[in-house]
């Protein structure tokens, strides 16, 4: 049995090597893995359109059994995914550049532990080549993590605060314009960085936001504000977008808000940082989590009143 001394000291070892390899890839040895493993650009395109990339972390076969499934799932829903070891994500990220440039499709980057740092790492790679990125899902990803690059269109960053292993609190870079959300669940005993990337609930959602993709905007209506809270003990899981801005009118109170527009009263007082009693000045700017919504869905949803 690996005790976590040794899964700590092959973490950490990991890590080093993963920032040599970031910086010694070129594009040649990409092809010539490209051509001999089976990448999602060998992979004919399907409907919806979209390649997804996702990547284990450390003793990824182990431990990041999770990314497996979820790979399994997003390929059962119609969209090409293809899972690997995070220690080859430089090759990858080349070959999925070139493949970008023969079809553009959105891009999907998910990745646990390690992973999420190969995540992040290869949207910077696909970033200095002006390609965006659709979606980016880091899942307890390591302190060494970069933020999170402008390309990227969203991004979800699911992690435990408290991980030695993971706890990576990715934030985005300056000037970033896409619909960020961060969620920690380290409130939660019953999950550890083990088996976080294995929550059934978590992976219907990404596959069902990843279906939606070729359907939903980049940029939702309005401002977008980025959106980070911890779950408290016994709440559900929902994974946001972002945030909105709404403002509250005579009357109004979080209770009254959170009812209108269907989200739980506790997201709102802690986004907000306000007591869920605590009276409302009318015009009091509050945040709301909001997903976005494919284009058919908009279409239906007049602007809000209030």
């Known amino acids: 049995m690996i ?11 990991a890590m080093l090597s993963a920032c040599f390899l970031f910086g010694s890839v070129d594009l040649a040895i990409a092809r ?6 089976q990448t999602v650009a060998m992979q004919p395109a399907t409907k919806p359109h979209g390649r997804a990339y996702l990547f284990r972390g450390a003793l990824g076969p182990i431990f990041s059994r999770g990314m497996d ?4 799932r997003i390929n059962d829903a119609g969209v090409a995914a293809n899972v ?5 994500c430089s090759l990858i990220a080349n070959s999925a550049i070139q493949r970008y440039r023969e079809d553009p499709a959105p891009v999907i980057l998910i990745g646990h532990s390690m992973g999420g740092f190969c995540a992040l790492k290869f949207a910077e790679m696909l970033q200095a080549e002006g390609i965006p990125v659709s979606l980016v899902v880091t899942v307890d990803p390591a302190h060494i993590s970069p933020s999170v690059p402008l390309n990227v269109e969203r991004y979800i960053n699911i992690f435990l605060s408290k991980s030695f292993l993971g706890g990576g609190d990715v934030v985005p870079k300056i000037g970033y314009q896409g619909n960020y959300a961060s969620f920690d669940l380290s409130e939660h005993d019953e999950i550890s960085h083990i088996n976080i990337d294995k929550l059934n609930s978590v992976h219907e959602q990404l596959v069902a936001k990843i279906v939606q993709l070729a359907t939903t905007p980049a940029k939702a209506e309005g ?12 709440a559900a899981i929902e994974l946001w977008d972002s945030g909105m801005p709404v403002f509250a009118r005579s009357g109004d109170t979080l209770q009254t808000i959170a009812a209108y527009y269907h989200v739980p009263l506790w997201s709102l007082a802690e986004v907000n940082r306000i007591s869920d009693g605590a009276p409302l000045v009318p015009g009091q700017r509050v945040i709301v989590p909001r997903h976005l919504l494919p284009f058919a869905e908009l279409s239906r949803h007049s602007p809000s009143t209030r």
């Open 3 to 13: 005790s976590p001394a040794q899964v700590a000291s092959f973490v950490i070892g």
């Open 32 to 37: 010539l893995t490209a051509a001999s493993s």
């Open 69 to 72: 499934r979820l790979t399994e």
């Open 84 to 88: 690997y070891e995070f220690t080859i």
């Open 223 to 234: 401002e977008t504000v980025p959106l980070h809270y911890v779950l408290p003990p016994n």
